[in-house]
């Protein structure tokens, strides 16, 4: 166990969720060396113009250890780490190309060890779903193209190091399908210290109560359904719930504001829906193809089901191999809500 100092240089996160990735990795570098560890923050961002973490967030969700040094104020010594003092670039999703190069600039001689975390369901896809993904953001199609070429790019290149919460599984050697053979869909588990880092914020779970948690996306400000549409979509999917026997409540994506869903029963919550203890105690969490209801399978075995709608029946033609592989593996019930009913009540 080495005794030299770490200066971390932590960039690309706009949400809490990042942060929690983050958190496991430096908890780890806690754990596996003697030294003192700063991390510096570059800052922080949010999504669709709404705020959704704040620098302060940063402090709150990175381990509390002696050892650690938390800076959150732009300092320009964070590109410019002392000597003897190993340097970790720790980038959510993506390395930042100018961060990177910025670093690069000011030390061209001690480049960056460079780790980068999970960003969501996104990590595990391609440069045409990471373009379809900004596409749906606004900007046309050539700037989203080219950026999703780059950051595609910077991954492949700049990584030094990946973190993720979920591990692709390597094929047994004797079943290796031989020549001519189409090999399957990937096999997923999860890596035990980001699982851990997950499921250590969250109280130990008691019974599963009778509840049905719709993680809702923010398909209406990304102009993919009208408020009309989602809403009384949300209104079938409630109704099939209470038809099962489920007490319904909406879970609000961060970046939509709560007062969308009047109307409709609320589950509030300031931090990650996979570490809101109602939801996770849920007897069935309902949604789409989102990070949260991914994860939710995975770390605690609810059961989930993606709910269909017509208007965004191209998202699931869109997703990636590794991507369509993990939530058919994790949350392989899908369900219209003229069928969903009938699924919940079995």
Known sequence: MTDRPVAVTLSGVRNRTHLVHCASYVRHLLDTRAGEVVVRSL???GFLGRTTVAAQDVTGFLPDDPRLTVRTDPDPAAMRPGRGVDWIYLAVGAPGIKP?????????LHRPHVVVVDEGLGTYGTWRTRRDAWVRQGGGRIWPTVRAVAVTTAVARLTDERWPLYLREEPDPGTTPGPGTTPG?????LNPPVADEFRGRVPAPGERTERAVYLAQPWVALGLLPAADYLTHLREVGAAAAAAGLDFVVRPHPADPVELYRGLPVAEG??????????VAARVALGANSTALLNLAALYGTTAVRVRHPLLAHLDRELGPDQRALLDQFVPLTAGTEDLAALLAR
């Open 43 to 45: 800052g922080t961002g």
């Open 100 to 108: 990177w190069a910025r670093m690069v600039a000011h030390q061209p």
């Open 185 to 189: 869909p990937a096999r997923w588990r």
């Open 270 to 279: 300031h931090g990650p829906a996979e570490m809101d203890p109602e939801v």
